[in-house]
């Protein structure tokens, strides 16, 4: 099989990344979390104000794996970085440095671009992925918890009032 080349990921792209992000909710045993369609991810990686970026990962021709990214800003640093939301490649073609070449595609474009920081979560029972991170040089931080909201969270916490609730 032919080394892995990286591509700038277009409309067109749309159904096979909704795929490729299937499976990765499917290996990360979250299938029914994924809520988008086809048209949300053409209309949010590729529409008018679209903020993420994808890449598409191929070897012989075939499409293998992708990812996602978009700029996020340190205030410490007081530059822009990169925050990598998904890197996924199938499962039959691991191993032929399909994601070691995704992550150094992106990390090139965060040093080009002035970047201070790329970064991104790993689960914390994904050993493969972990070792893998750990191998390129990547350190976790653990002194960090992610918090979120989203759903009917975030959209009862938006509509209290002001008045000190």
């Not at 750990?134 to 916490?157: H, I, K, M």
Request: with cysteine; charged share 25%; aromatic share 12%.
């Amino acid at each position: 099989m032919a080394a892995p080349s990286i591509r700038v990921a277009t409309a067109a792209d749309a159904a096979l990344i909704l795929r490729f992000i299937r499976e990765l909710a499917i290996y990360e045993k979250a299938e029914s979390s994924v809520q988008t369609d086809e048209a949300g991810i053409r209309a949010s990686l590729f529409g008018p104000g679209a903020t993420a970026r994808a890449l598409v990962c191929e070897a012989d021709g075939e499409a293998i794996g992708y990812a996602v990214y978009f700029y996020n800003y340190s205030t410490w640093l007081g530059r822009n970085g990169i925050y990598l939301e998904d890197l996924y490649v199938s499962p039959e073609k691991r191993g032929l440095g399909a994601g070691k070449a995704l992550l150094r595609h992106i990390a090139r474009i965060a040093v080009a671009e002035g970047c201070g920081r790329f970064e991104w979560s790993v689960l914390d029972w994904n050993a493969p992925a972990i070792a893998f991170y750990e191998a390129a040089g990547a350190r976790p931080q653990d002194e960090w918890t992610v918090y979120r909201l989203q759903g009917d969270a975030l959209r009862a916490f938006a509509e209290k009032g002001d008045g000190g609730d």
